[in-house]
């Protein structure tokens, strides 16, 4: 009798050689253009083009730019009402959720985005982008956030600058803020509200390092820093053992209360539903539990330190000769102006539209030269989602 094996085996053969097939076929060497220009267009946008755009974009991919093919495709409203909303949102709150609605920090980036503002002003411009006069009928609010959610439920089309427009945050009827004291998304209610709410403002300085450096303050604990300015409030005996203070707890403290001083004056009330700015004073929340600790730092102003700019974390690329500052705008273009800024906005671009973090040695090559390219592009975002965009287009 026949043994059925060798046919077994064949048919196993066929269909991993059919397989072999299918994966060749859709390797980046093998797709045309038009195959990566569609690639390029759902990556960026997450909805597919139009013929035309397709026709134009697979042109542009032939001719030897996938650049201008990218920034073809971000022509699309979607591109900036959905991809770039769900981009910014998980940024604007604790969960770091994409679901929240859209409010004045993500309507910020977005707007930014849109028209190219240097984006390393993210956290220093006194700018904001609110609803243009009639596009809705509730106007900016400090107390709410009824404006962008009936933006948000109208679809409005934020990627038209005659509906998504740019205001100054110092120029909003009822503001409390002067042009000096904004700092960009970190002074805006939305912000305000999820990260000044509270607490002690130590969490606008973590989530300003998760969101723009892309580092949790777990990262950038560092032992060796000066512990002078760690606040009243912070035990140096916890539990009765100061060793759990020296190799636990003033590795970030050390860094993170300096910095965070720059938010002495802000405060999100809760029953007003707005920030709270009150120059000159320091808000009490910098004061409590002094007895902790008595010999610690008492805040006086809103001076910050950059303790970081020396020892592991010199390795974020600070810029600039000033160690130090005084108010949240110096202290977001401190931020701003390091390397680390930069990769970072690129690794988060990197995530939108490729789908997964750098891994492999030539993706986190990839980052590098797109930081650089994004530093002298004027911070142009728009630029990094492009390169980004043609750099991924065939995973």
Known sequence: MRSRRPRVRIRVAAALGIGAALVLAASPARAGPREQ???????????????????AMAAQVAGGDPIAAAYQAMQNPAFYSMALRNFAT???????????????YSATVIGMVRDDVP???????????VGAPGVVGTAYSHTNNDHYAELQESRAN???????V?????GLAGAQLTAADTAGVITTRAGAEAFFSAGTNRRMLRFVSMNFLCRDLEQLKDNTRPTGRIRQDVSRSPGGDSSVFLNHCSGCHSGMDPMAGAFAYYEFDA???????TPGVVQGKFLINANTFPQGYQTVDDRWDNYWRTGPNSALGWRGTETGGFGAKSFGREIAGSRAFST????????????????????LAEVERIAT??????????????????????N
């Open 37 to 55: 220009a569609r690639r390029i267009h759902d990556r960026l946008v997450g909805v597919p083009p139009s013929a035309a755009v397709l026709d």
């Open 90 to 104: 998980p940024w604007t709150n604790v969960a770091r959720t994409p679901f929240a609605d859209l409010n004045d």
């Open 119 to 129: 984006f390393d002003q993210v956290l220093s411009a006194d700018l904001v982008y």
């Open 158 to 164: 934020l990627g038209n600058p005659a509906v998504l």
């Open 166 to 170: 740019s205001a100054t945050q110092s």
């Open 271 to 277: 029953t007003l539903g707005r920030l709270v700015f």
């Open 344 to 363: 970072c906005q690129v690794e988060k671009v990197f995530r939108q539209v490729c789908f997964h973090p750098p891994q492999t040695a030539q993706e």
């Open 373 to 394: 390219v994004f530093e002298s592009q004027s911070y142009s975002m728009k630029r990094v989602f492009a390169e980004v965009a043609a750099t991924c287009r065939g």
